[in-house]
């Protein structure tokens, strides 16, 4: 994927996060931000490489972290708390739908 790419969904995934800690815009909900989070987190993955469920899962609170860090300049210190604790439970119960290298 092309940095271009990837750099308009890691904005999305920030508009997201800061629209859903602070209830402010259309994208509110929590399935907003889990399915931007979920998507970014497929476009950064290298498809096809087989990693283990706590890697993976290291791999998301990276990525929830990274987030986190970004939305710094746009919440106070009470909702980055909340924020981190909504990034840390995505992070931490990935959707079953994703396909992590090859099934037997």
């Known amino acids: 994927m092309k940095t ?4 308009k969904k890691m ?3 920030r508009k997201y996060a800061v629209e859903h800690i602070t209830r402010k815009g259309l994208h ?4 907003w931000l889990e399915d931007s989070f979920n998507e970014y ?3 950064v993955c290298t498809p096809g490489i087989r990693i283990s469920n706590d890697n993976d899962i290291g791999h998301r609170k990276l990525l929830a972290q990274r987030v986190a860090i ?3 300049r746009d919440l106070t210190s009470e909702q980055l708390k909340q924020l981190d604790a909504a990034l840390e439970d995505i992070a931490q119960h990935p959707r079953n739908e994703q396909v992590k290298g090859y099934k037997r």
């Open 41 to 43: 987190y497929a476009a």
């Open 4 to 7: 271009d790419e990837l750099k």
């Open 28 to 31: 509110t909900g929590r399935k």
């Open 11 to 13: 904005d999305e995934l």
């Open 70 to 72: 970004e939305c710094i």
